[in-house]
């Protein structure tokens, strides 16, 4: 059986599966290596996601991740008295919900490798934009998310995973090194472009590298087909177990 991976977060991890996403290239990446596993849920926050754990991660299960990204907090840094408050978590109690995410999976696995993802930049106007697009006069005319406020979620993720001892990719850093992010990393103001998505695959790839769990060093699931000489008895490759 090969390793699982699981990508768990919010809409960003949701739609990392559609074309040019971070979640379809990094099962490219890992393919006949790991099995990557999408576990994205629009909309949802950390508050939310702790209802799912003993659904998606049972304690009970004999075969847990080898791996999993947790990247939420987009919809946890909404800011109150605007359009999406709903889904605001302050963010001492969204620090503390994912340390409580951790600490479920590492009972699972204590070997688990578990990556914070942080939320990434947003881009102001970008929003604003999208929602004129969307309601036209009855848009609002104040964005529901600041990158300041983004930022501040994105330091305690950061700041938790050192605690931790987990690795971190500090994604609101990371996408402002790229000249003109807002138009090339975003495409409403908040998801990813495929450049976006380029950034998140890539910085994920990285970390999964330095934690020694690097792709190229993996074997595959069943031989490779040059390891298949007789073709007309191929036992002589598979060998006594897989038969």
Not at 85 to 112: A, D, F, G
Not at 151 to 159: I, P
Not at 188 to 205: I, K, R, S, Y
Request: one cysteine or more; hydrophobic letters at 40%; charged letters at 25%.
């Amino acid at each position: 059986m090969r390793p699982q991976i699981v990508l768990f977060g919010d809409s960003i991890t949701e739609q990392s599966f559609r074309r040019g996403g971070w979640g379809a290239a990094l099962a490219d990446t890992y393919s006949r290596k790991a099995d990557v596993v999408v576990r994205g849920y629009g909309g949802y926050t950390t508050r939310l996601a702790l209802f799912l754990l003993h659904r998606l991660f049972p304690l009970e299960c004999t075969n847990p991740p080898v791996a999993t990204t947790i990247f939420f907090g987009a919809n946890d840094a909404a800011l109150l008295g605007r359009n999406s408050e709903r889904q605001h978590v302050s963010v001492e109690e969204y620090k503390e919900n994912l340390r409580k995410i951790v600490q479920h999976l590492k009972k699972c696995s204590p070997t688990m490798l578990v990556v914070l993802i942080t939320p990434p930049p947003v881009d102001e106007e970008g929003r604003l934009e999208y929602a004129r697009s969307v309601y036209g006069e009855k848009a609002v005319e104040v964005p529901e998310r600041t990158n300041e406020m983004a930022g501040v979620y994105a330091k305690q993720c950061v700041e938790l995973a050192r605690e931790l001892g987990l690795p971190s990719i500090d994604l609101w850093s990371r996408m402002q090194e790229t000249e003109e992010w807002r138009k090339k990393i975003l495409s409403d103001g908040l998801h990813l472009t495929e450049e976006g998505n380029a950034v998140v695959h890539q910085e994920v790839v990285r970390v999964f590298n330095e934690a020694s769990f690097c792709a190229s060093a993996m074997p595959y699931d069943f031989p490779h087909h040059s390891e298949i000489v007789n073709w007309k008895d191929p036992s002589t490759a598979f060998g006594q177990q897989f038969l």
